[in-house]
């Protein structure tokens, strides 16, 4: 069975920094990488919406609100998908969500979620 746990979301202050780990179980990187990888977030009466994704060739995206505060990685040894937060506001304030995606035939999977809250 094929899960995405979250750990890492954590009470920072504004300006500090966490990162946050995706571990995926049922599959390995090494024989299953997945297509894509993201992260979301969805703050409170908040539709959710992307912050960072990686795919199979490694390449990154992310939007304007993060972009040079965020990065994303990947360790295919440990099949775990890594958000660095740095600088962090608070509207980046939000449950963070790991996702991914095989296609192929097509399967998504969803983590459970973890608080990020940003707070002086």
């Known amino acids: 069975q094929v899960q995405l746990v979250e750990t890492g979301g954590d009470l920072v202050q504004p300006g500090g920094s966490l990162r946050l780990s995706c571990a995926a179980s049922?599959?390995?990187?090494?024989?299953?990488?997945?297509?894509?990888m993201r992260w979301y977030r969805q703050a409170p009466g908040k539709e959710r919406e992307l912050v960072a994704q990686?795919?199979?060739?490694?390449?990154?995206h992310y939007p304007d609100s993060v972009k040079d505060r965020f990065t994303i990685s990947r360790d295919i040894s440990k099949s775990t998908v890594y958000l660095q937060m740095n600088s962090l506001k608070f509207e980046d304030t939000a449950v963070y969500y790991c996702?991914?995606?095989?296609?192929?035939?097509?399967?998504?999977?969803w983590g459970q979620g973890t608080q990020v809250t940003v707070s002086s």
């Open positions: 996702y991914c995606q095989f296609t192929r035939p097509l399967r998504e999977y």
């Open positions: 049922g599959f390995t990187f090494i024989y299953d990488l997945p297509n894509i």
């Open positions: 990686i795919n199979r060739g490694n390449n990154v």
